[in-house]
């Protein structure tokens, strides 16, 4: 990059949210652990790291999360969120039968975890982690 440009990245930054924990805890407890046991979620390093990498390249670093609040709607809603990034490699790894015992299960663990409102809204806290870097 060219003195005086500017990257700027953002990435998703809920790996400790009650969403990923439980996705973690449903493939470490059943029958499917030993199949699940090297399956491994996008590494996400914490701001501390990218800082390290990034700052000796840069003349600025600046980095903030921000958390949103999704109001998610319909019937196992945080599921059908996390479906489509963070928990395939475990669906994936998984044949027809186990995939559809593992999903009840985790389906449980986050209805309990996010409970639909009496409006039919189920929140979502999410977080992003935002860098910007000026070289």
Excluded: C
Excluded at 19 to 45: F, Y
């Amino acid at each position: 990059m060219k003195k005086g440009g500017t990257f700027a990245f953002q990435v998703p930054h809920n790996m400790d949210a009650p969403s990923h924990a439980l996705m973690r805890a449903t493939a470490n407890e059943g029958p499917w652990a030993a199949k699940l046991k090297n399956v491994r979620e996008i590494a996400v390093l914490d701001p501390a790291g990218y800082y390290e990498i990034l700052a000796p390249h840069a003349q600025s670093v600046d980095i903030w999360e921000t958390e949103y609040l999704h109001v998610l709607r319909g019937d196992d809603a945080v599921y059908h969120w996390v479906s489509g990034t963070g928990l395939r490699p475990f669906v994936q790894a998984l044949d027809a039968a186990e995939r559809e015992h593992f999903i009840v299960a985790y389906k449980a663990k986050l209805n309990t975890a996010y409970p639909m409102r009496t409006d039919g809204a189920t929140l979502f806290p999410f977080k992003r982690m935002f860098v910007v870097v000026r070289v």
